[in-house]
Nanobody, 124 residues
């Protein structure tokens, strides 16, 4: 089972980036998928999560620090979750990790599956 993140890079403040994370080894459509980030020397921080109800509704959850600027989405057919990041700020600079867990209660704290990180650097 693997989560492979991509899309990080260097961007100026106010710019945008889109992160992608493709799952493999098992289907993730019934899992909650999301993103964490970590600044060196600090704890990992929950960023966003998305849950599919198995029919037509997607529920999204965001940290207050990114609400209104970041949008999480998923494509279950591709086993992929995305994070569209707009109006980026220097304080968004971090390594971003995609995550997955069967439980909505767990996804914000200790998700079972972690991808490798992708670095996002926002210059001022």
């Amino acid at each position: 089972v693997q989560l492979q993140a991509s899309g990080g890079g260097l961007v100026q403040a106010g710019g945008s980036l889109r992160l992608s994370c493709a799952g493999s080894g098992r289907p993730f459509s019934s899992d909650v998928m999301g993103w964490f980030r970590q600044v060196p020397g600090k704890e990992r921080e929950f960023v966003a999560a998305i849950r599919w109800d198995g029919r037509i509704t997607y529920y999204t959850y965001y940290a207050d620090s990114v609400k209104g600027r970041f949008t999480i989405s998923r494509d279950n057919a591709k086993n992929t979750v995305y994070l569209q990041m707009n109006s980026l700020k220097p304080e968004d600079t971090a390594v971003y990790y995609c995550v997955a867990d069967p439980s909505l209660a767990i996804i914000r704290t200790t998700p079972k599956y972690w991808g490798q990180g992708t670095l996002v650097t926002v210059s001022s």
